[in-house]
Each structure stands twice: as structure tokens, then as C-alpha cells.
């Protein structure tokens, strides 16, 4: 298996292939990729090899066409679609893997991914019945509903009579909250993200904290360790949530644990407990192990969130989400400039800035990006005109609308004196913020929210709407259905770890919140 590269790899040449079979997105830059691929193969080895293109989940006509335009769509023997869209990633994490999908709403003005979004809907209708009520905000969410609601009409001949499992659907445009994705995760796994990335559950470390002081001198070069990070491992699988601040108290409690198990040894005196406990025994092994990589990587954390740039950011973060006097951080933004700090720390904050006060002044908006492309380059000029597409950055109006200042008020987003070791309140994932998103699906969710949902549509990019699904079963849905709430983000889900449960009162204890993303960056949320 080889990357898409802009050439055939030699080695199929060399070893005369006689298949090749190319596995690719429904983009126009692939297409245009594969056509470098395809010319940099003599006619004459061409004939000799079969070409085939899968598209991953469908077969795009602007794809065809562009393989037309290049007189290229002969080469191949076969073009096919992979119809492949919820992918579980750990038993409470599906995901579609559509990393251009927020892009390309925003910047193309595509949205066809909304169809991917729909049918994946689908698809979870037809395993765990229909969605008695369907709850949204937003332009993408509202598209998503009409067309989940037309395939409900155009597959009705073949509707299996399910009791539904799933009571509410709560869609929502991401664009609703942009806020939250742009602020730093202060749970476990949110910096394990923040600082070293996690993709496919996995996170890169530097490998030396993994190894005894023998192992060390044995290695000539201590390579860099990959370590999974999954539901599987229990004490990661209790941390990842847990505020940064409350994780050192738990390693340790968990480390006396696994210390006074491994003492059961000699109070044993009979062989029925010497057995209980040799069949304890693995389990222990695991989870001493486990405790010995969750402590080395939080050591890695904490020596990164120690550092005073880092909590410098923190700072002004907060500063900014508490919507008072945003511009007392334009010293701070413009040093970061000068310093040519790294710039997507610097567009962070400077997009949350501008939520925050519903858009930047003319002056201070042309004074960032006079300063930023003489600082990081004139190419930027399409970095600052994606922002603006994306709704992150823009010029404040003569009267502001002070939405942000409104919500955050209404949905009480800023917590003080959040309780972090034992959170009450999902503001403890933020250390004092609470996401905006999470406060709108609890009201969303209970009946006595609904009401004031459209006072709040004027400070958010509406519509918002609540259907009713008309169910094909008799079946009382109150007393059958398991009244969970399944919570879907169009466009992209953030914060790739950040909050991973519901805290005990954000919602009522009988629900459950399942979040989907299909970003670069996502967060979790799916329950079973």
C-alpha cells in the first residue's frame, strides 16, 4: 500500500503489477493528483497494468467530469464507490472521517457532505428505529432535516416497524458555536490532544519517559513512542475525562490501589485465595502497566503546561470569554506577532476575540493583518479571506449586536470557582467555561428550554426548528424507547477531546448525549 504520490511508486513498474487500485476522497485536488500519477506511467506501461479508482463513501460527477477534461477516464477499468460512512473508532466514538467538510461549506459554499451527514442518519435510523422528535439550529442543520425527512418519504415502501431507541436528534450547525473549538482543552485527554496530537487513537511521545535508565543506555537512538489510547485501558478510560488538576490525585489514589491489591499476596493463607488471587493477577499486571505509561505521559503534560507562554494563553483566553474589555489583549496579541509565535496560536486568538465582541474594530482588524503578513507572509492574504468566509473573523458593525455578551449571560458560559476535582458543571473542562453548545442541548432537550430557543435564534445563525417524526409502529415510544439523545454536529465536531462525558446535572440522568463529529479535530461523544 502506498500514499497517493503526483508518479506511480517504481516498485509496481518494477514488479509489473498488473492491478492498481487507487482508494480516494471525491476532491478535485485528487483528481488532479492522480492525473500526474497517471502521465508519469509510459502509454506502453499503462497498457499492461489495470487501473481502478474506489471513491470513499460516493462517486462524484465533478470527479468524472475533471477525469474527462484530462481524457484520462479510460485508463481506468473500473470506478466504483465505497459506501462507507459511520466508522467506530471505540465502543462510545463513531466517526464519518470527512476532514474537508467545514471547509467546504464555508470557503466553497459545497455542501454536499450534508448527504453523507443525512445518510449516516439513516443508516443509525434503520438499526435503532426512527427519531420521534428532531431538535436544530442552524442553516446546515435545517438542510440536514429536509433531507432526512425526504429519504424517510422516498424509502417509506421498505420502512421496518422498529420501536425507537433513540428518543430526540439534536443537529446542530457548527457554525453555531465557534468559540469552544478555538479555546485550549484543559481535560487529560483535550492537552494530550492540545500538546501531541491524537489521530486514530493514537498519540506520538518522545520515547525516552517509557524506559528504565537500562533500557536507555542499551539504545543507541531512543525513537519516538506510539501509544493507543482507547476505552480498553481502564485507567485511561476514567482520566481522559478528568480536569488536569484533579488527574495527579487519581494516579496517586489508583497507585496506593494496585499497591494494597499486590499486598493481598501475604495475607493469603489458604490455596483458595492464593488462587483468587493468581486469577487476579493479570488484571493487577495490566493495570500497573497502564499506570506506569499514563503517569510518564502526564509528566510530558505537565512539563509543557508549566511553561509560562502556555499559561500565558490561558490567560488571555479567558479574559476574552468573559466578553469584558477584549481589547486589553491587543498588547498581548501584537507581542505574540512581533515574537512570530507560532500563527495558529495567534489566529486563535484572535477569531475568539472576535466572537467575543461580535467583530473586531476596522482599525484593529487592518493593524492584525498589516502585522501578521509582514510577520508570517503575504500569503496569509487567503488564510485571512478563509477566516472571513467561515464566519471566524470579521469587521464589527457600527452598532454591535452584543450576541455573545447576551448568551453567555443567559447560558451562564462563565462559571466562577468551578469545582475541578469534582465537577458539578461541564464548565470544569475549561476550567471556568462552559461550552456553548453543551448549554443549548440541555435546553433543547427539556421541555421548558424549548420556549426560549427562539429568543436565543437572533444571536445565533438560525433557523432552529422542532419536528415531529410520525412512527410506522402502534408501539407506545414513551414506554419502550430508552429516551436517549443523540446529539449531531454538521460541519465538524471540535475540540477533538475535550468533553467526553455528561457531568451529573447538565442533563437529566435518564439521557445520555451522543456526539458525532467527522473533523480533523473531533471531540467525543457517542454513548451506547
Request: hydrophobic share 35%; with cysteine.
Amino acid at each position: 500500500m502506498f500514499e497517493l504520490q503526483e508518479y506511480i511508486p517504481a516498485e509496481v513498474i518494477e514488479n509489473k503489477w498488473q492491478s492498481v487500485i487507487m482508494l480516494i476522497r471525491p476532491n478535485l485536488p485528487m483528481i488532479d493528483m492522480i492525473n500526474k500519477a497517471i502521465r508519469s506511467v509510459s502509454v506502453a506501461q499503462r497498457d499492461k497494468i489495470d487501473f481502478h479508482i474506489i471513491f470513499v463513501s460516493r462517486k462524484s460527477t465533478m470527479c468524472t467530469q475533471r477525469l474527462e477534461k484530462y481524457s484520462i477516464i479510460g485508463e481506468f477499468k473500473n470506478i466504483l464507490e465505497l459506501e462507507l460512512d459511520l466508522i467506530p473508532f471505540d465502543h462510545d466514538l463513531l466517526t464519518l472521517e470527512y476532514p474537508l467538510g467545514f471547509k467546504e461549506m464555508c470557503t466553497e459554499l459545497d455542501d454536499s457532505c450534508l448527504y453523507q451527514v443525512s445518510r449516516s442518519l439513516m443508516s443509525l435510523q434503520s438499526y435503532f428505529g426512527f427519531f420521534p422528535n428532531i431538535i436544530g439550529i442552524g442553516p446546515s442543520a435545517a438542510k440536514v432535516n429536509k433531507m432526512i425527512q425526504r429519504m424517510r418519504k422516498e424509502g417509506a415502501a421498505h420502512e421496518k416497524p422498529l420501536t425507537p431507541r433513540i428518543e430526540n436528534l439534536v443537529l446542530i450547525d457548527r457554525r453555531v458555536d465557534l468559540i469552544t473549538p478555538l479555546s485550549t482543552q484543559l481535560t487529560y485527554e483535550g492537552l494530550i490532544d492540545e500538546l501531541f496530537g491524537i489521530k486514530n487513537n493514537a498519540a506520538t511521545f518522545p520515547g525516552k519517559p517509557f524506559l528504565s535508565e537500562e533500557e536507555q543506555a542499551q539504545q543507541e537512538e531512543i525513537k519516538p513512542k506510539q501509544i493507543l489510547l482507547t476505552s480498553n485501558d481502564t485507567i485511561y478510560n476514567v482520566a481522559r475525562d478528568l480536569n488536569f488538576n484533579a488527574l495527579g490525585p487519581f494516579l496517586g489514589k489508583k497507585a496506593k490501589q494496585i499497591s494494597a491489591a499486590y499486598n493481598e499476596k501475604n495475607d493469603a493463607k489458604s490455596l483458595q485465595q492464593l488462587k483468587q488471587f493468581v486469577s487476579k493477577l493479570p488484571h493487577m499486571q495490566a493495570e500497573r502497566k497502564s499506570l506506569e505509561i499514563q503517569t510518564a505521559i502526564a509528566g510530558l503534560v505537565k512539563n509543557k503546561i508549566d511553561n509560562r507562554d502556555f499559561r500565558h494563553t490561558l490567560g488571555i483566553e479567558q479574559v476574552l470569554r468573559e466578553g469584558i474589555e477584549v481589547d486589553r489583549v491587543n498588547e498581548d496579541i501584537e507581542e505574540m506577532i512581533y515574537k512570530q509565535e507560532p500563527l495558529k496560536k495567534v489566529l486563535r486568538l484572535l477569531c475568539i476575540q472576535c466572537i467575543a465582541a461580535d467583530g473586531l474594530k476596522p482599525k484593529v482588524l487592518e493593524f492584525y493583518k498589516h502585522e501578521i503578513l509582514q510577520s508570517y507572509g503575504y500569503h496569509h492574504l487567503i488564510t485571512f479571506d478563509s477566516l472571513e468566509k467561515c464566519g471566524l473573523l470579521y469587521m464589527q458593525e457600527k452598532t454591535p449586536k452584543k450576541s455573545y455578551p447576551i448568551l453567555r449571560s443567559t447560558l451562564n458560559l462563565t462559571v466562577s470557582n468551578v469545582n475541578e476535582r469534582e465537577p458539578n458543571d461541564i464548565a470544569y473542562v475549561h476550567s471556568g467555561y462552559a461550552p456553548l453548545t453543551v448549554r443549548l442541548v440541555n435546553w433543547m432537550t427539556q421541555r421548558s428550554g424549548l420556549k426560549y430557543l427562539a429568543d436565543m435564534v437572533k444571536h445565533l445563525p438560525g433557523p432552529a426548528f422542532n419536528d415531529t417524526q410520525k412512527l410506522s409502529t402502534t408501539q407506545d415510544r414513551l414506554e419502550h424507547s430508552d429516551n436517549h439523545t443523540l446529539v449531531y454536529f454538521s460541519g465538524w465536531l471540535h475540540v477533538r477531546r475535550g468533553r467526553r462525558t455528561a457531568v451529573p446535572g447538565a442533563a437529566p440522568p435518564q439521557q445520555r448525549y451522543f456526539y458525532h463529529r467527522y473533523h480533523k479535530t473531533y471531540q467525543r461523544q457517542l454513548s451506547t
